[in-house]
């Protein structure tokens, strides 16, 4: 080939990139093609050879619609922009993951992104990208970098906010708890409306807010199974196995709004699940959950596609929104110490008379249960003065499966060389908390004689051999075998300096008393403290 000939068509090829700062290599091709008559494979090497002189830059290893690279000048970089444009129309779940990431803030964590990609669990036949492979690209066209945090929980970081990683990942991780927090109670709303059986409902929960439920290949926040089947031959009473129940997937999203990204990823997922053979001659139900959504015409066309939508307003009242505002700047500023005590008792005030005035005290437990943990700050916070306070810390251990609880309030005292474990629950004073065993979640025994001793087992590898004690705090009562229980351990090594092993309402409200914080003993009072019994 002559010189003068490789000029031209370099000259040609640098001319068309010019034109449009990119362009991707099919339509290179077909320019070349029609431009000197080449056959298609001609062209396809020719391209390769003049990128491989460095006349051009390339996109390789990332490629856009059918393996197509983009080209574009190689005295040059593909703009953000320029990648947004191409993504939109070429890798639509490469352009969600950019988009949403730059909306959050610069940052998207893991889970976010198999969920708008509809990243496949595992590399398979299916048209999904694997999520290890969606973030090398990112990394490769030098828009963000992969960071993990302390507790494992992994995030895709904007460069230009790669400085601020640690608090990034730690306010993002606040906000995908707020979510989470919703979860439980949005579910028994669900099933009170018959669209969710009362068993085999599986949901991404609070100890572990970076992990979905894995179903059919995909990630979903829940799924479950329905026996509602409107007026048809198939009567619900007859769907007593899974096979002959609808499958629920739900959506869901409260700490911003729900956007079209969100619902793309989700459409994806389900048609994925639709088309795959072992579901194909099943009925799925979507619902999306959501606080705000981004425009009437995605409502509409979620709409007019079949998904069951659902404002939480329409279920807990305009006021929820406050609520929601105000869980996330708990979750993010009351530790450490960016809001005083007192700022954050209340806060947690206000926020449960906006329950109550909503007439949601009964529907939101999991949410009340989670403003007593931030209302117990203040008292904690007085109790262990000069000592470390880790909310809701996590520890976990991988052994032929990963096990891994999470405790509300982990406290290290350093003068006495003493950690307190402390669990707390915040239910009406009318209730009872069993005994329980190891198998019973909400139980005594779930604490003390599982998640308590995990812990302590990890802790004990500690420098210092520390005393290793457990508090059990909560505004209810204790069942009489629990009571008895209590009794002889509080003689024993698991019991704090200075605490009890355990505190029911009543007890709570005279430390409370003696501490000084009538504060928040009025708001224990008043939202937690009821006079009858709960057998």
């Not at 030098?142 to 992994?154: C, P, V």
């Not at 619902?287 to 007019?304: A, W």
Request: with cysteine; net charge positive; charged share 25%.
């Amino acid at each position: 080939m002559g010189q003068s000939l490789v000029n031209k068509y370099e000259t040609f090829i640098k001319k068309s990139i010019e034109d449009s700062g990119y362009i991707l290599g099919k339509d290179l091709n077909l320019r070349i093609q029609k431009r000197f008559g080449l056959p298609a494979d001609h062209a396809r090497k020719l391209v390769q050879r003049i990128a491989s002189k460095g006349t051009i830059s390339s996109s390789a290893p990332v490629s856009f619609g059918n393996g197509q690279y983009a080209y574009y000048q190689s005295n040059s970089l593909l703009s953000k922009e320029t990648i947004l444009k191409i993504t939109k129309e070429h890798r639509p779940p490469l352009y969600r993951i950019l988009s949403l990431m730059d909306s959050n803030s610069g940052i998207i964590s893991f889970y976010e992104i198999m969920k708008v990609a509809a990243c496949p669990v595992k590399d398979s036949t299916t048209k999904g990208t694997v999520l290890s492979k969606i973030v090398y690209e990112v990394e490769q066209l030098d828009l963000g970098k992969a960071f993990e945090d302390h507790h494992g929980n992994k995030f895709l970081i904007s460069k230009s906010e790669w400085v601020n990683s640690e608090k990034k990942m730690e306010e993002h991780m606040a906000r995908m708890k707020t979510d989470v927090s919703f979860i439980p109670d949005i579910l028994r709303s669900l099933q009170s409306y018959n669209l969710l059986a009362g068993s085999n409902t599986l949901y991404r929960s609070k100890a572990t807010p970076s992990k979905g439920i894995i179903h059919n290949g995909f990630i979903w926040d829940a799924i479950g199974y329905s026996k509602t089947t409107g007026i048809n031959p198939g009567l619900a009473i007859e769907s007593v196995t899974e096979d002959k129940q609808t499958l629920v997937v739900v959506d869901i999203l409260t700490y911003r709004e729900y956007t079209d990204h969100d619902f793309q990823g989700f459409f994806s997922r389900i048609q994925a699940v639709i088309n795959s053979v072992k579901y194909r001659k099943r009925k799925v139900l979507p619902i999306i959950v959501y606080g705000e959504i981004q425009t009437k015409k995605l409502y509409n066309t979620i709409h007019k596609l079949g998904l069951i939508t659902i404002d939480l307003a329409s279920i807990y009242g305009s006021n929820i929104l406050k609520v929601i505002t105000n869980l996330k700047s708990l979750r993010s500023e009351s530790l450490p110490d960016q809001m005083n005590p007192s700022a954050i008792a209340s806060m947690v005030e206000e926020t449960l008379n906006t329950l109550r005035l909503a007439g949601q005290e009964e529907n939101l437990k999991n949410i009340k249960g989670d403003l007593f943990e931030f209302l117990m700050y203040p008292f904690i916070n007085s109790l262990f003065t000069n000592s470390s306070l880790q909310q809701g810390k996590k520890y976990s251990q991988k052994a032929e499966t990963k096990e891994e609880y999470e405790y509300d309030y982990v406290v290290t005292v350093p003068n006495i060389n003493e950690i307190i474990i402390l669990e707390l629950k915040g239910y009406l004073s009318s209730a009872r908390i069993p005994l329980g065993d190891t198998d019973t979640k909400n139980s005594l025994q779930w604490f003390f004689g599982r998640t308590f001793p995990f812990a302590r087992k990890i802790l004990n590898q500690q420098v210092g051999n520390p005393k290793i004690t457990a508090c059990y705090i909560t505004t209810a009562q204790f069942h009489p075998d629990a009571m008895e229980y209590l009794g002889s351990i509080n003689k024993g090594k698991l019991k704090p300096t200075g605490l009890k092993v355990s505190y029911d309402g009543a007890e709570l409200l005279q430390l409370l008393e003696e501490r000084g914080l009538q504060k928040v003993k009025v708001i224990v009072e008043k939202y937690f403290i009821q006079d009858e019994v709960e057998d």
